[in-house]
């Protein structure tokens, strides 16, 4: 089941979708932080037609500000973020209970397609030995064409039977493999 819920994309999905949420959260709590700048500056300043001399100056400057009342803005975006945040994670979680859901209903068919396909084959050779004995009955005088006919017929069907159960295995080994990600 771990194997589903690992190689699942919706719990792929739901998994990045959770993060993203969480640095959603870390994002909002930086509001809460203060905000520093700094700039710096360089001028020349020539009179002259010449490229020499001249006057330079420099500037450095820092800032710093911290709001320090905006209506409550700040504690509504952490309050949305967190929220969202908790629903992602519960969205996760049901991913991963429909995977594993998934997955078990698919190891079900799976194994019910095994058995019917083991019932089917016993079916089919019961029905050949059946055949066989009523065209005996038949040589010997004892059985009718019709009781030949009618052997035939559900032998046929039982090898139908055999073939229609190997179909639905491979169907259900397909959805299996399409729930792991993976080939069994």
């Given amino acids: 089941m771990q194997l589903a819920e690992s190689g699942s994309p919706t ?6 979708a959770a993060n993203v949420a969480s640095a959603n959260v870390r994002a909002a709590k930086a509001s ?4 520093i700048s700094m700039n710096t500056g360089y001028n020349w300043n020539n009179q002259d037609r010449s490229f ?11 800032s710093m500000s911290y709001p320090i009342f905006n209506n409550f803005q ?18 996760e979680d049901d991913a991963r209970l429909a995977a594993r859901q998934q997955a078990d209903n698919a190891l079900y068919s799976l194994r019910t397609a095994e058995r019917a396909i083991e019932i089917a084959e016993e079916a089919a050779r019961v029905a050949a ?8 009955r038949y040589a010997v005088g004892v059985a009718t064409i019709l009781d030949v ?8 069907q039982a090898d139908a039977t055999v073939i229609t159960s190997r179909y ?15 080939g069994l």
Avoid at 32 to 35: C, V
């Fill in 149 to 156: 006919l009618i052997s035939q017929s559900a032998a046929s």
């Fill in 168 to 182: 639905d295995y491979v169907i259900a080994r397909a959805e299996l493999e399409a729930i792991l990600g993976r």
């Fill in 32 to 35: 809460f932080l203060p905000t």
């Fill in 52 to 62: 020499t001399g001249g006057k330079t100056s420099w500037s450095l400057g820092f």
């Fill in 74 to 91: 700040r504690q509504s975006s952490v309050d949305r973020a967190q929220f969202s945040y908790r629903v992602s994670r519960l969205q």
């Fill in 11 to 16: 719990v792929i999905a739901a998994t990045q």
């Fill in 129 to 136: 030995e059946d055949l066989r004995v009523v065209r005996e």
